[in-house]
C-alpha cells in the first residue's frame, strides 16, 4: 500500500541505542513505517548501506534491528556487485526504504552508475516513502554539507535533485556544518534548504516541507535561504516531538 503522496523523510536519526543490539529502529523510521500506510502485515523495509561500502556489518545490524521491530526486511547491496537483477521492481515492492550514512558522493557515484538513481525516483513517484540519516537525507536534495573527501567539510551540488531544496545535517554536532552550510546558501553555491540537528527529521509531501521532527528533546530543524544583504537568514521551525 503506498503512501498517498511522494514522501520523504530526510533525517539526521532514525536509529536508537538498544540494550541488546549494537543500535535499534528509531522513532522517525517508525514513523516512516506509518507514513508508508502498511498494516495487516510486516511492513516491508529494504536497506541501502551504499554510502559505507556495504558493509557486512552494518548490514547485520540492520537485520537484527529490522526483525526485533517485526519489519519484512530486505536490502540492496551494489559492493561487489549487484545483489538484486532488477533494482526498480525491487524498490516497488517496499513499503520504506531505508538509506543509512556515510559517503554521500560514493553513494551518489554508485547509484548512478547502477541506475539506483532512476529507481529511486520511480519508487518515490510511486508512493515508496524513501527516508535515510545523514548521506541518506543530503541525497534527496540538490546538495549539501558532506566529509566525503576528508575532515574539511566540502560542498556536494550533485544531489538527486528530488527536493529543490540543499540540505544541513549534523547541524549542531559538528562545528563545520552551520556555518559552512549558511556560507553556500549565502554565495549561491546552493539554494535555500533545510537543517537538522541530530535527532531531527524533515518530512516532505512531493517536492513542499510540510513538517518537522524530534526524536530526542531538543533537537531542532532549520530553513536557510539568502538576505537581501547576501548573507545567510536561519528560521527555527516548529518541531513536533515522536515518542
Avoid: K
Amino acid at each position: 500500500m503506498p503512501a498517498d503522496a511522494p514522501t520523504i523523510l530526510a533525517t539526521s536519526g532514525g536509529w536508537a541505542p538498544d540494550d541488546r543490539l549494537r543500535w535499534g529502529v528509531g522513532p522517525m523510521t517508525d514513523h516512516a513505517v506509518e507514513l508508508s500506510g502498511a498494516t495487516g502485515r510486516a511492513p516491508r523495509v529494504c536497506f541501502l548501506g551504499t554510502a559505507c561500502g556495504d558493509d557486512a556489518g552494518l548490514l547485520r545490524d540492520f537485520y537484527n534491528a529490522a526483525q526485533q521491530r517485526g519489519f519484512h526486511p530486505s536490502h540492496v547491496q551494489l559492493f561487489t556487485m549487484p545483489n538484486v537483477e532488477d533494482v526498480t521492481a525491487h524498490l516497488l515492492e517496499q513499503d520504506v526504504v531505508w538509506v543509512w550514512g556515510g559517503s554521500v558522493a560514493g553513494l551518489l557515484a554508485m547509484w548512478r552508475l547502477h541506475g539506483v538513481d532512476t529507481a529511486m525516483r520511480t519508487a518515490w513517484e510511486a508512493g515508496v516513502v524513501l527516508t535515510g540519516v545523514s548521506a541518506g537525507s543530503i541525497c534527496w536534495h540538490v546538495g549539501g554539507t558532506t566529509d566525503s573527501f576528508g575532515p574539511q567539510l566540502r560542498p556536494i551540488t550533485d544531489g538527486l535533485g528530488l527536493l529543490p531544496f540543499s540540505n544541513g545535517v549534523h547541524y549542531d554536532s559538528e562545528e563545520q556544518r552551520r556555518p559552512l552550510f549558511q556560507s553556500l546558501v549565502a554565495d549561491g553555491t546552493l539554494p535555500a534548504g533545510y537543517a537538522t540537528d541530530d535527532g531531527a527529521g524533515l518530512l516532505y509531501r512531493g517536492t513542499e516541507m510540510v513538517e518537522a521532527y524530534a526524536e530526542i528533546d531538543g533537537a531542532g530543524a532549520y530553513f536557510v535561504e539568502s538576505g537581501p544583504d547576501g548573507s545567510a537568514v536561519e528560521t527555527q521551525l516548529d518541531v513536533t516531538r515522536l515518542r
